[in-house]
C-alpha cells in the first residue's frame, strides 16, 4: 500500500531495498531483480559471456526455462544423465562431458525440488576444468549445503519468484553475484543497455522489477524461514507415513549437510503412476508430475538436433515420478488425508 500510495509504482527505491535483503539472506554480495526468473537466467548467462556457440552442460531433467537460457544468447545446451536418488545432475557424467566436449564454457545446475545438487564437488569440477558455475535456484531459496545457501557457489545463481516458489513477487527474478562486473552487466541489460540517459552502449532489454513486486517480495522474505519451516515439517509426516509402503519411493537427502526446502515433494511412484494419480484426484488430492518429458526430447529441441546424448536415468524418473503437496497452508487433517488416500492405493497394488 506505501508504494501505491507513492504514486511510485515502476522500478525505484523497493527493488533497491528488496535486492540488498535478498542478497544478503543468501549470502551474495549483489543482487539485481528482474521481470521473471526465466529473465534472470538470460541475463546471468549474456553477463557470464555465454555467446553464440558456446556449450553450456546442464541437466535434462528442469523446467524448460534453464536450457532455453542458453538457446537465448545462441549458445548449445549439452545434456548430463542425473542420479538416480536425488533428480539431480551427476558429477562424473558432467566429468565425462568436460573431457569428451570442446567449447564448454559452463556448468548451469538446478538445485531441482528445493535440494541442493553436489555443488561442492560440481565447484570443484568447474575450477578443474577452468569453466564457469551458473545455479538456477528458482526451486531453492534458502536451501543450503554445508550452512551455506545456494545461489552463493558460482559466478552466478539466479532466483524465481513465481507463485508456486518458496516465496513470490508475483512474477519477478534475482541475479546474485559476488563479482561486481556481473552486477554492473546485469542491470545494463536489464534497463536497454543504458548506462547513461538515453545512452545506449550494448543490445538490452527491459526486464525490470517494479516497486510493487518487490514490496510483496519484501513482505515474503520476511515470511520464507517460517514457509520453509512449515514445508519440513510437511515432508517429514509425509517421510515417516510414506516411507515404508511398497512401490512408493520418498525423496532421499544424501547426508544431513543439506537443507532441503521441498519446493516440491517428489515421490517414485514404481508401479501405476498413472493410478496413484486418479486416485489423488478423486479424494481431492492435487498432484502434478514434474517433469513429464526431458528437455531434449521436446519438439523445440528435437527440430532443432539438440538431442544427441543418452540419459537413461533421466529417462526412468520422467516416468516415475509425481509431486504431491507439501506447501505451507496444508493443514494436519490434509496430510492425514494423503497418507491415508496413498496408503490405501499402495496396498491395493502390493
Ligand atoms: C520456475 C523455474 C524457472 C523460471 O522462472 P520463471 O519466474 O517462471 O520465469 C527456471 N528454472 C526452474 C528450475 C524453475 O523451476
Given at each position: 500500500m506505501e508504494v501505491l500510495d507513492s504514486g511510485i509504482i515502476a522500478s525505484g527505491k523497493k527493488v533497491k531495498e528488496f535486492e540488498e535483503k535478498f542478497a544478503q539472506y543468501v549470502g551474495s554480495r549483489y543482487g539485481t531483480a528482474v521481470s521473471s526468473g526465466t529473465t534472470a537466467l538470460h541475463l546471468a548467462l549474456l553477463a557470464c559471456g555465454i555467446g553464440p556457440g558456446d556449450k553450456v552442460i546442464t541437466t535434462p531433467f528442469s523446467f524448460i526455462a534453464t536450457a532455453n537460457s542458453v538457446l537465448y544468447c545462441g549458445g548449445e545446451p549439452v545434456f548430463c544423465d542425473i542420479e538416480e536418488d536425488t533428480f539431480n545432475i551427476k558429477t562424473e557424467s558432467i566429468r565425462a562431458l568436460l573431457e569428451k566436449e570442446k567449447g564448454v564454457k559452463a556448468i548451469l545446475v538446478v538445485h531441482l525440488f528445493g535440494l541442493c545438487c553436489a555443488i561442492e564437488e560440481i565447484a570443484a569440477l568447474a575450477r578443474e576444468y577452468n569453466v564457469l558455475l551458473i545455479e538456477d535456484c528458482a526451486q531453492a531459496h534458502g536451501a543450503a549445503y554445508k550452512g551455506k545457501r545456494a545461489g552463493s557457489f558460482g559466478k552466478a545463481g539466479i532466483f524465481s519468484f513465481y507463485p508456486t516458489k518458496n516465496m513470490t513477487t508475483s512474477e519477478g527474478g534475482i541475479v546474485l553475484t559476488d563479482d561486481e562486473k556481473v552486477c554492473e552487466k546485469v542491470s545494463l541489460l536489464r534497463n536497454?543497455?543504458?548506462?547513461?540517459?538515453?545512452?545506449?552502449?550494448v543490445l538490452g532489454y527491459n526486464f525490470r522489477m517494479t516497486d510493487v513486486a518487490a514490496a510483496i517480495g519484501l513482505g515474503q522474505l520476511e515470511k520464507l524461514d517460517d514457509f520453509i519451516a512449515s514445508r519440513r515439517s510437511n515432508a517429514c509426516f509425509l517421510d515417516e507415513h510414506l516411507g515404508k509402503l511398497p512401490g512408493i519411493k520418498i525423496p532421499h537427502i544424501p547426508s544431513s549437510d543439506y537443507y532441503h526446502v521441498y519446493n516440491q515433494y517428489t515421490i517414485r511412484a514404481l508401479h501405476d503412476r498413472e493410478g496413484l494419480m486418479r486416485t489423488l484426484k478423486e479424494n481431492g488430492i492435487g498432484n502434478k508430475i514434474f517433469y513429464p518429458a526431458l528437455i531434449p526430447h521436446q519438439p523445440l529441441y528435437k527440430e532443432r538436433g539438440?538431442?544427441?546424448?543418452?540419459y537413461p536415468v533421466a529417462a526412468k524418473t520422467a516416468k516415475e515420478v509425481l509431486s504431491i503437496p507439501v506447501h505451507p497452508a496444508l493443514k494436519e487433517e490434509d496430510l492425514k488425508r494423503i497418507v491415508e488416500t496413498i496408503g490405501e492405493y499402495s496396498k491395493l497394488k502390493a
Open positions: 536497454h543497455g543504458m548506462p547513461g540517459e538515453y545512452e545506449h552502449t539438440i538431442d544427441k546424448g543418452e
